[in-house]
């Protein structure tokens, strides 16, 4: 079944660094968009970035230049590197491969934790 297993997230000072990681499992990950998504609390899920099989990659305004988007296929793992954190980048960041519109492949994994200070 399909999965997803992300891990990096911690508590980290404004303007820190931090490297999120996605371990996907039971999908052909090569060909698939994947995405980084965030919620933080009593928000609802927005979408960070994106990474296409193509390596195409897009961001959500609020990141756009701060967050950098990547993928390794061989190891079907993507990577969200964040830099210049913000208190208002706290949330809880997941991953998932992108089908049509909004809809994801397979569920939600547990998701990891990034936490920013002022």
């Known amino acids: 079944q399909v999965q997803y297993v992300e891990s990096g997230g911690g508590l980290v000072q404004a303007g820190g660094s931090l490297r999120l990681s996605c371990a996907a499992s039971?999908?052909?990950?090569?060909?698939?968009?994947i995405g980084w998504y965030r919620q933080a609390p009593g928000m609802q899920r927005e979408l960070v970035a994106t990474?296409?099989?193509?390596?195409?990659?897009t961001y959500t305004d609020s990141v756009k230049g701060r967050f950098s988007i990547s993928r390794d296929n061989a190891k079907s793992t993507a990577y969200l590197q964040m830099n210049s954190l913000k208190p208002e980048d706290t949330a809880v960041y997941y991953c998932?491969?992108?089908?049509?519109?909004?809809?994801?492949?397979?569920?939600w994994g547990q998701g990891t934790q990034v936490t920013v200070s002022a």
């Open positions: 998932a491969a992108r089908l049509t519109g909004s809809a994801i492949l397979g569920s």
């Open positions: 039971g999908i052909t990950f090569s060909s698939k968009t």
């Open positions: 990474i296409s099989s193509g390596t195409i990659t």
